[in-house]
């Protein structure tokens, strides 16, 4: 098993590869070409898309790379110097990854929220250089001579450098009179060589020649809820909603909301993410299942803002007052939870934007207001806002709007399609907020193609949805996972939400209640963020016929659900839920999301993958290791074996430890290659600890 190793509690770092910080200077020369010395190339983390900085969350364990070689068979080493926001600076060692290509890596976990600046220092490693020499030539008695003096001389050096401890001093003095005494026979030179202890010194206060240094370059490490949270979405109006004797729905407000909130928190779940609270449009309303006929009593879309009650900032009435709703979020926080409130600019018909600011939406040949379209859906009753007409007016409304609701209590911001906005503008807004609450998160529904999926991310959007629903096979899931693991992990966080009032997979609607739990475990395991949509627990899975969607979606009509009931019947996922969210509190390797390795199976549906926490790394000083096994057809019973690189958590291959399933409490020895049986019906997944050796 890994070493546990003891962290520093009072740097706003940990880390493995920790060096005593000494300053270094470059090496001197006439720079007449863009090669440096001992060339620095491709630092990580780096983001892709323009001139934005890579971000992190307080607490994640952040890799950081760089290509490094120099000519010749001379060693090199690289190292980065890390400077946290309240100017505590410190020296990582990086790695050699040998993989052919010059990489060279070390990882720290930043704990200090805000702007962080690193840089990458390059340099001749004259130990490594003369240790790889000498151990080659004095086994083959060529050049021994010459390979002990050039020794003495190197421990010499290192010994008179200043604030080397006493010890170190003397232990090389000792190693350099070794070499130089006769008497000392070749094989006990090359002991000295290969000393471990020696080559300890040296790693940690490296004798450097030729010293390279890299730019200086930024890190944003932003609040932990940025990176990591169990998110749960419901409607106000449908918690407390009743039936009355003549068959309309009363609506649910705030206040028969917060009844609901124990049971989210007895779940586990941090945030609790609102759909749009404002008034809804009369004006071409919608009714049941995005019907055109909407009748008295139906409450319309929450996405068409706007009506003669007010705007987007105001409450419906049916809800209660804006002093109902800060209760609410009081009593959230009070429960553990967080509000993530909608942030939806567009208006409908009747919003008083439309009759205030017409400059604000399209205007067509006809005279009409283009209403919202995504082929082949059609949004009769909402009005897309133009952000090109009035630029400057657009962006202090909706700083109003933003100020106005994190005056009320809502510290994150789910927003609604940022895709169909420009990016200039999130760029601004997310700035100019951050500016004066850089704890304020945004959350992006970018369920748009990659390029603008990554360059709202780039631009500032703290989390994102994904493709996640609808990458479900084994394939799928392993090029996926990766991609979020290894590939844009720098600058896009994912929140791997399992359905939404829009989206209900066929996944879903066919798999039964195997798909159920399926895809909320590797939800709650292979991110740091996921969500849940009510309903969930509940197996709802019936769609509206030709479409993703619900039916009797809650969009567009109240939802009266018995979830007391479905517990007491065994009917609900609700205990299921509950355990992931505790697997993921007692398990610090979840809340990463850069540590997920993909593993191998015998089975074209079972998925494998591992996360993995070092000691030095963890916030209890202990490593943790998960690995997830995962039946990924809901429809069958797979036996199969699996392959495991043991060496990602510190165990040789061959080498038995023990696991326990942390679901159904089971436990037993594996190595690197495991029988697993899977049945979708009962367990179709494994959640296993390593357990470590004692």
């Known amino acids: 098993m890994v070493t546990k190793t003891r962290s520093v509690r009072s740097r706003p770092w940990r880390s493995a590869s920790a060096l005593p910080v000494r300053k270094t200077r470059a090496w001197q020369a006439e720079r007449d070409t863009a090669a440096r010395r001992v060339p620095l190339a491709q630092p990580t983390p780096a983001v892709p898309w323009g001139d934005y900085r890579p971000t992190a969350f307080a607490g994640e364990v952040v890799p950081f790379g760089v290509t490094s070689f120099r000519e010749g068979h001379d060693r090199i080493g690289v190292q980065v110097r890390l400077f946290s926001p309240s100017g505590d600076e410190s020296l990582h060692r990086l790695e050699p990854l040998e993989d052919g290509f010059d990489r060279w890596r070390t990882e720290v976990a930043l704990l200090e929220q805000g702007v962080w600046r690193f840089r990458f220092e390059s340099f001749g490693d004259d130990f490594a250089t003369w240790e790889h020499a000498a151990s080659l030539k004095i086994a083959a008695g060529v050049d021994v001579p010459l390979m002990r003096e050039m020794g003495a001389r190197l421990f010499e050096q290192a010994g008179a450098e200043r604030g080397r401890p006493a010890a170190e001093r003397r232990a090389l003095a000792d190693a350099a009179a070794s070499l130089r005494d006769t008497e000392v026979d070749d094989a006990g030179a090359l002991s000295i060589v290969e000393d471990p202890a020696i080559a300890q010194y040296f790693h940690e206060r490296p004798v450097m020649s030729l010293v390279t240094i890299g730019d200086d370059l930024e890190l ?94 105001s409450v419906h009435p049916d809800l209660g007052t804006l002093a109902d709703f800060r209760s609410f979020v009081r009593k959230a926080r009070d429960a553990g939870i967080e509000i993530a409130l909608d942030l939806a600019l567009q208006a409908a018909p009747d919003h008083p934007w439309v009759a205030a600011h017409p400059e604000w939406f399209t205007t067509l040949p006809d005279g009409s207001i283009a209403y919202a379209e995504n082929p082949p859906k059609k949004y009769q009753d909402i009005y897309p806002v133009n952000f090109d007409n009035d630029p400057a007016g657009i962006r202090a409304e909706v700083l109003r709007v933003v100020r106005h609701w994190i005056a009320q209590g809502v510290r994150i911001f789910r927003v609604d399609n940022p895709h169909t906005k420009p990016l200039q503008f999130w760029e601004w807004l997310i700035a100019t907020v951050s500016a004066d609450e850089p704890d304020v998160v945004f959350l992006a529904e970018a369920f748009t193609r990659p390029a603008p999926l990554q360059s709202l991310a780039s631009a500032g959007f703290q989390q994102s949805y994904t493709y996640f629903t609808w990458r479900n096979t084994k394939a799928e899931l392993e090029e996926f996972l990766s991609g979020l693991a290894h590939e844009t992990s720098a600058f896009l966080r994912p929140n791997l939400f399992v359905n939404t009032p829009d989206i209900l997979t066929e996944y879903l609607q066919f798999g039964g209640r195997a798909a159920y739990r399926i895809r909320a475990a590797i939800a709650a395991t292979a991110a740091p963020s996921y969500g849940v949509y009510a309903g969930y627990e509940l197996y709802e899975n019936v769609a509206r016929p030709g479409s993703e969607e619900n039916i009797d979606n809650e969009k567009y009509e109240y939802k009266l659900r018995d979830w007391a009931g479905a517990v007491e019947r065994g009917d609900s996922l609700a205990p299921f839920l509950t355990r992931l969210n505790e697997i993921r509190r007692a398990h610090p390797a979840l809340r990463q999301l850069r540590n997920l390795s993909v593993h191998w199976s015998d089975d074209d549906a079972i998925l494998v993958y591992a996360k993995h926490l070092d000691a030095a790394l963890s916030p209890d000083d202990r490593s943790d290791t998960i690995i997830v096994v995962v039946n990924t057809d809901p429809h069958s019973v797979r036996q199969t074996m699996v392959h495991l690189d043991t060496r990602v958590w510190g165990v040789e291959p061959g080498t038995p430890y023990e696991v326990e399933d942390l679901v159904t409490g089971a436990r037993w020895t594996w190595s690197d290659h495991n029988f697993v049986m899977l049945d979708a019906f009962t367990e179709p997944v494994h959640i296993l600890h390593v357990k470590e050796s004692s």
């Open 220 to 313: 944003l490490v932003e609040r932990e809820r940025a990176g990591v949270g169990a998110w749960y979405e419901f409607f106000p109006r449908s918690e407390g909603a009743r039936r009355l004797k003549d068959g309309t729905i009363k609506s649910g407000t705030f206040r028969t909301a917060v009844k609901r909130l124990p049971a989210v928190a007895d779940m586990g779940f941090d945030v609790l993410y609102l759909p749009p609270i404002h008034p809804i449009g009369t004006l071409n309303r919608k009714g049941p299942n995005n019907t055109l006929d909407a009748g008295p009593g139906d409450p319309g879309s929450p996405w068409a803002i706007g009506s003669a009650a007010g705007g987007h900032d």
